[in-house]
């Protein structure tokens, strides 16, 4: 009989941990899982979904008053109640967060709320409500997330000033909104908040916005910020600011020099950094590799029974990321002989339109490629549905055909997206999506049309 408490204590109930805590049970692991605020973690309650609710309300207030192309008249002024909408919002990371509890509990897991601090290999102090508990188990997964990083000058303590979380959960527009950092989660909470009604103006120090994609996904973006009325200060640096009345004066250098710009709240999205402090690291010398936590192909660390996932283990910082690093997790403790082996983790970003990433870009591809683009103005059903902006590339290896990466820019990016990493993972061929029938007509005919034009193939454009 084994003389620790449990099998395996995950800690943090985030995207990473709460799936790992899942399989574990269903593997027959005894488990327990703490965490110190509520089940689903960032994602769920103040991330991901909140953030998607939140988009798709801009987006359908702006659906409805483009009706007007297709025929259909909406009487009266269309307008947004910040108030009905957080109500819904937070219904549905509600009604998310008791079903993760059910699950949790179907399937056998322990749920202990607290603070959970490393003190030694195969221990963990839990601080709770009711006092400490001291707990042993064979194998630890430690899945604490990420935090915002906050920059000089801007601290996310004063009130005007708005991390990710408190930005979702505002109770009225703003009138004008400043977005320090032109990266996904900047403009996805830009363009919402653009599309709500607020004025928005991107302060973004380097001197492409969304860097890191595909040079034509950055143009199309920026191209519909500017219809938006989004302003985007590129290469500019934000400085500090200051009160002004109920709002607030942000400073700015750019290259024509220094600017003020009077706001009512301050947006920092500079990125995130994973949460390796206050959980027992350094007592336990747990090796690090810059800001994460140092892990083999199985998410082990350095220390006998510890494991580290989703954030914490590396790039990319993305949840589904750290799901399937959960799951996997749970696989290795229950002893399947399973490890890190991903040809691909897709990429997101919900902004108007969506982009959709897996894979290689075109402008990463190391070797002779054949790249074929589809755009989304020749695709039936997107006339029919009046979202034509955007475009299907495929990138492929020149010699032998396969598939290395797929790029959409436009509507519905975000489903399309998981075909493409699924062909990717396959390891298909240019050829395997040319044949492959698509129904018609929908958006998915673009991406067999793309990789028809990197053969030379296409039929609905001309074959350059």
Known sequence: MSSYDYQAIVIGAGPGGYPA???????????????????????????CIPSKALITAGRRLHEVREADKMGIVVGGTAAVDMGALQAWKGSVVQRLT?????????????????????????TVQVRT????????????????????????????????ILDSTKALALDQVPGHLVVIGGGYIGLELGTAYAALGAKVTVVEATDQLLPGFDPEVVKLIARNLKKAKVRALLSTKALGWEPDGDGVIVRVEGAKGEERIAADKVLVTVGRRPNTRGVGLEALEVALDGPFVKVDAQRRTNVEGLFAIGDLAGQPMLAHKATHEGEMVAEIIAGHQVSWDVRSVPAVVFTNPEVGVAGIQEHQAQGPVKVGRFPYAAIGRALTTNETDGFIKTVADAETGELLGVTIAGAHASDLISEAALAIEMHAELKDLSLTIHPHPTLGEGLMESAKAALGEAIHILNG
């Open 21 to 47: 805590a899942i399989r574990l049970g269903q593997l027959g692991i005894k488990t327990l899982i703490v965490e110190k605020g509520e089940l689903g973690g960032v994602c769920l309650n103040v991330g």
């Open 98 to 122: 008791r079903g993760v509890g059910t699950l949790l509990q179907g399937n056998g897991v322990e749920v202990l709320r607290g603070e959970a601090v490393l003190t030694a290999p195969h």
């Open 129 to 160: 409500a009711e006092g400490e508990r001291t707990l042993t188990a064979e194998h630890v997964v430690l899945a604490t997330g990420s935090s915002p990083i906050q920059i000089p000058g801007f601290s996310f303590d004063d009130a005007p």
